[in-house]
């Protein structure tokens, strides 16, 4: 399994069998993997730093952030052999190195927990508990058993399973687990006079801006909201409402090309490939009414999800302002404690399923292996945050950056964060890895321009997401256009227009949420 969105294997390569090149059978231009594109990151910032002048900001006693105007230049003190172990220690830094009260990092240190060995964590968890809930066959049958029953009213089935894949994405940044379903929803579109790209949008434009749109999707909001030193709950009511808009916005524009579609199949940008006359004969097979057991399991999935959001969520902060004291009854969890909770419910899921002991154990070990690739991203890129935290050059690339937040209005710096992160998305091909690389840089620079780093966060995530839709660097993108028989060419086309859409209203957003 391998991803962009999220960053799961981390190959960021094209699995499209010559999507790319139009199906002509050339070789295909690979994009290097997150790890490459990481250990060439490291490498040049460990590089970097031997030239980067040094120097630090006094940083607020209660809060811990950096005091805008305070920069001084310093000595870092390192000899050449301290920086060569530096990078040597970089992944290892950067899972559990030790933070101490003189700022340096390290493994035998003793202080405050500066790697990402929480959020590692909890990306294994919760890549086990999709793995249990995918296996026991409760989502795949729940999605179908939808689809059968709406299979006469084609423009709301349409609707209805872009909001399940846009739910998917912006509570758990669903992606390739998006693409076990095209043999589903191929057949039934065709069936139902569409055409292969409308089936190849409702799961990559409804899963997308679902991702883009992120709420609570732990491997965009919640490793972002990490590395930036902030709950996952902080900005969700400004993201709630980017999903609320940007979802249906994303359905009518799918909607608009099926219908024409349908009423004249000569519109079709894809035209009609020799298998689609048989799967259009496939596409209305009946489905049996869900068992109990899988109506409790997709209960129990949904419910989980609903009890994360409350969790996170700062509810006397949103209702009272920032500095109110917490409700008794607010939990105000974070990472070690949904770790917790995604790894119990692990296993309610598949007791539930019937699944075994056996069936449990080998699948507890396939998600934790599944989900790996995305721990490791975010691993090594906080190892070149530890790199650039101990040669003291972090400060001074906000301070070269400060004076320019320092003469922007809010809702600027806001648009300058999204349009600054739209290139890392793509040079970055993990979601995850582009969080934890430029948050630690990017969200202090708020701080400066008197703006929450809540805001950063969500321009981080919708330049990810709305890269992300179209990257030919992505195995979603591309293994899904590859299993719909779509040309690559032919969904650039398609999508394009409403990514201009989605990338005027995305900042919009992010400069609303500026001056707020």
Known sequence: MAAT???????????????????????????????????????????????????????????????????????????????????????????????????FIGPNETGELYGAAGV?????????????????????????????????????????????????????GMAEETLGFYALVVPLILALGYDRLVAASIILVGAGIGVLASTVNPFATGVASDAADISIGDGIVLRF??????????????????????????????????????????????????????????????????????????WAQIINGPNAESYGWQLDWYFPELAALFIVMSIVVGLIGGMGEKGMTDTLVRGAGDFIGVGLIIVLARGVTVIMNNSEITDTILHSMENIVNNTSSGVFGALMLLINLPLAFLVPSSSGHAALAMPILAPLADFANVDRAVVVTAYQSASGLINLITPTS???????????????????????????????????????SVW
């Open 5 to 103: 969105h999220k960053g799961k294997g981390a190959s960021g390569t094209s699995d499209g069998g010559g999507q790319g090149d139009g199906g002509t059978g050339g070789k295909t231009l690979r994009f290097p993997s997150a790890f490459t594109v990481l250990f060439a990151v490291t490498v040049a910032v460990w590089l970097l730093a031997f030239v980067i002048p040094t120097g630090s900001y006094q940083t607020n006693q209660d809060t811990g952030r950096p005091i805008p105007g305070s920069y001084e230049r310093t000595e870092a003190g390192l000899s050449f052999l301290d920086r060569l172990m530096q990078l040597f220690l970089a992944p290892v830094n950067g899972l559990y190195g030790i933070l101490n009260s003189d700022g």
């Open 120 to 172: 590692f964590f909890f990306v294994v968890a919760i890549g086990i508990f999709i793995t249990m809930s995918m296996s026991t066959g409760a989502i795949d049958n729940g999605v179908a058993r939808i689809a059968q029953r709406m299979s006469t009213r084609g423009s709301l089935l349409i609707a209805v399973l872009m909001v399940l894949f846009s739910i998917g994405g912006t509570a758990e």
């Open 241 to 314: 409402i980017m999903y609320i808009v940007l979802v249906p916005i994303g359905i009518w524009y799918v909607l608009r090309y099926a219908r024409k579609v349908k009423a004249d199949p000569a519109a079709s940008r894809v035209g009609v490939a020799d298998e689609d006359e048989e799967l259009r004969s496939q596409g209305l097979r009946e489905v049996g009414a869900l068992p109990t057991r899988e109506k409790i399991v997709l209960t129990v999935v949904g419910l989980t999800f609903v009890f994360m959001i409350f969790s996170i969520v700062p």
């Open 475 to 513: 195995a979603v993108v591309m293994g899904g256009l590859a299993l719909a028989k779509v040309r690559y060419d032919h969904y650039l086309r398609f999508v394009l227009p409403l990514v201009g859409i989605l990338l005027v209203l995305s900042l919009a957003f992010v400069v609303i949420g």
